[in-house]
């Protein structure tokens, strides 16, 4: 899992892979690895600065990244708030080995209607850009390519009390601003379900909206858990024909299982 710009989503998704047996990596800065095992797996974890197998691995060092690629199965690429720079694409797919297969990327509802702004391109645009250099990346080496197409991130844990699904604790204990961590909290409690839609159906909500929606954790389109972008993301890694679908939030004390994923990607 590669993906800079949205680091929890990035941890929580190789999380999530792991969760369902897969052989599990999270490309990560340099240094940060006992950061990421606490963000995943809490304090306790982390201060035994080992990864446990079948649990997921960030990694840093080249030599381990290397090891990592040439067995890869699937590559995902968390491109929701920045476009995926082309040029780790190309290091990570030239030095990726012979069983690679899938892509899938993690992208933002509403891009694929984007139109740049009056004084030229914007983020929308930009991340549409990306998402057509990763397709024909994809295209150029046979490779399926899957897109999940996500709204406003909120949620994201805990996943230490009883459940593995979200992150740590340590990730609510990492959110200053009160209001932010209302809403990640109750949304972890009360707003686990999920509304998807083939495609990419919904428009961004703009500034006035969104800046209402803020400070909500009711069910919304153009909202999702992390958690569910997290699972959404497996599953399409799961699934056997490539798939893009948009993921909204519903309400729902608990997160779809895989086997609830697969049925609702089949009725698409």
């Known amino acids: 899992v590669y993906g800079p710009e949205s680091s929890e989503l990035a941890l929580l998704t190789t999380k999530l892979a792991a969760r369902e047996t897969m052989d599990a990596y999270c490309i990560c800065s340099n240094g940060s690895e006992n950061t990421c095992r606490k963000l995943m797996y809490g304090l306790e974890y982390a201060e035994a600065g080992i990864d446990v197998p ?12 290397g090891f990592a690629l040439e067995k890869a199965t699937a590559l995902t690429l968390v491109g929701n708030n920045q476009p995926i720079d082309e040029e780790a694409l190309m290091t990570l797919l030239n030095n990726s080995g012979r069983y690679l297969s899938k892509i899938v990327l993690i992208s933002k509802i509403g891009v694929t209607e984007a139109k740049p702004s009056f004084l030229g391109g914007n983020i929308m645009t930009k991340i549409l850009e990306s998402e057509k250099f990763i397709r024909s990346m994809a295209e150029s080496k046979n490779i399926q390519f899957s897109i999940v197409r996500v709204g406003n991130l909120k949620g994201g844990g805990p996943g230490d009390s009883g459940n593995d699904f979200g992150l740590s ?3 609510y ?3 200053f601003d009160l209001v932010e961590a209302q809403v990640t909290m109750s949304h972890d409690r009360f707003t686990l379900g999920v509304e998807c839609s083939q495609g990419d159906p919904l428009q961004p909500p703009n500034n006035f909206v969104a800046l209402q929606t803020r400070s909500s954790f009711d069910p919304c389109p153009t909202d ?5 972008a997290g699972a959404a993301c497996v599953a399409a890694m799961l699934a056997e024909k490539p798939i893009e679908f948009s993921v909204g939030s519903a309400k729902g004390e608990a997160p779809p299982s895989m086997e609830e994923w697969f049925e609702m990607l089949s009725d698409l």
């Open 224 to 228: 999702t858990n992390r958690i569910n």
């Open 54 to 65: 079948g649990k997921a691995r960030p990694i840093s060092d080249p030599e381990a990244m």
């Open 173 to 175: 204990n990492a959110i």
């Open 169 to 171: 604790k340590a990730y």
